[in-house]
């Protein structure tokens, strides 16, 4: 296949494990025999800077021509701490999920065997479990009606029909291409917006007698998470409480900046690590790239390409049983490598498999 790939690296570590996603994605493409061009577009802190707009129409445009687009992280800290600031970074990650209409958000929750003593959970919780859950990602109360002045604010939780049942049936698609179990996360005891979730799950599943749906409180769903991670297989939910529900599972493994993501839906789809721009570790080859790694990996099943993110899966397992790895996940004692060291092992790897 000919690629032609949107790079957005963005801020902080971005650039740098940008870098390395491309190595990678170079490297799969030869290969195989793809062919891949890539367009670079600024974003996020780094576009302000440059024209004021964190996701600026020419990047949007950039966006549009590509068949994919590699994202790595936006934010900065000198807009965390000014409430008052009338541009901000994560504004161009919303602007770009609206505008490219990247409904479905997969965040999958993964396990490294090598790994699991990093978990924060007893091992024997969390060897073997594997969910990936999917945020809905272009509704609810991050895009509903929205009022604030001194004394009273409010966001709107608001979604149609339309936008539920799209959502749902990639729930139910995902759970039939694994272990055919969908849990619906809602709070239908309190919200109405979730009572709507919750009727057209109802409808739904009847068109999908083969998968086993549950429909859960989303209160309960974050417990259950901690205490028993392997009960789930697929999970699809709001926008509001797949934000909050995929930071609780990327530590299950205990290790999120090994965790990728593929934000799909209307137009160009988006692969990215879940990980922030880490501005403390900017320039300073420490930064784990296998969330970006990874992300290639999502990219080519997107396109159906399995051998070509097999491999990739492979190359990431080989360098942490090999310990090639980055400070955040080395053993102590051992080697440490940096960004670009771990990024040129997985290149040589790809080469000579
Ligand atoms: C995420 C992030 C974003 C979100 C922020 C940066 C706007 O937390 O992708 O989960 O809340 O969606
Ligand atoms: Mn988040």
Request: charged content about 25%.
């Amino acid at each position: 296949m000919d690629f032609k790939i949107a790079v957005l690296p963005g801020d902080g570590i971005g650039p740098e494990i940008s870098k390395v996603g491309v190595d990678v994605m170079t490297a799969v493409c030869e290969k195989f025999g793809h062919k891949v061009t890539y367009e670079y577009a600024i974003c996020g802190a780094d576009a302000i800077d440059k024209v004021g707009d964190p996701f600026p129409e020419e990047t949007f445009q950039t966006c549009l021509r590509a068949d994919a687009v590699l994202f790595s992280a936006v934010g900065d800290p000198k807009f965390d701490n000014n409430p008052t600031a009338k541009v901000r970074p994560e504004q161009g990650l919303l602007a770009m999920r609206k505008k490219l209409g990247l409904y479905a958000n997969v965040r999958p929750m993964q396990t490294f065997k090598s790994l699991l003593h990093k978990s924060p959970l007893r091992p024997e919780l969390v060897d073997g479990a594997d969910f990936i859950t999917i945020r809905e990602l272009t509704g609810g109360m991050y895009f509903g009606e929205k009022y604030q002045d001194n004394d009273k604010a409010y966001d709107t939780n608001y979604y149609t029909r339309p936008e539920i049942e799209r959502i749902i049936k990639v729930g139910y698609e995902y759970a039939r291409r694994r272990n055919h179990h969908l849990t619906i996360v809602d709070k239908a005891n309190v919200l109405a917006s979730s009572r709507l979730w919750r009727q057209i799950g109802q409808e739904l599943e009847k068109e999908y007698p083969d998968v086993k749906t549950d429909y859960m409180y989303v209160d309960n769903a974050s417990m259950r998470m901690i205490q028993e991670p392997k009960f789930f297989d697929v999970i699809v939910t709001e926008n509001t409480f797949g934000d909050i529900l995929t930071d609780e599972s990327s530590c299950i493994s205990g290790s999120m900046g090994l965790l990728p993501s593929a934000s799909t839906g209307d137009s160009t789809p988006v692969f990215e690590p879940v990980h922030g721009s880490w501005p403390q570790a900017k320039g300073l080859n420490i930064a784990n790239p296998l969330a970006q790694v990874l992300s290639d990996a999502m990219l080519f099943e997107y396109f159906g390409m399995q051998k070509e993110a097999d491999l990739i899966r492979d190359a990431v397992d080989a360098s942490i049983d090999q310990n090639v790895r980055t400070p955040d996940i080395q053993v102590e004692g051992g080697a440490k490598y940096g960004t670009k060291e771990v990024g040129a092992w997985l290149v040589e790897y790809i080469q000579k498999a």
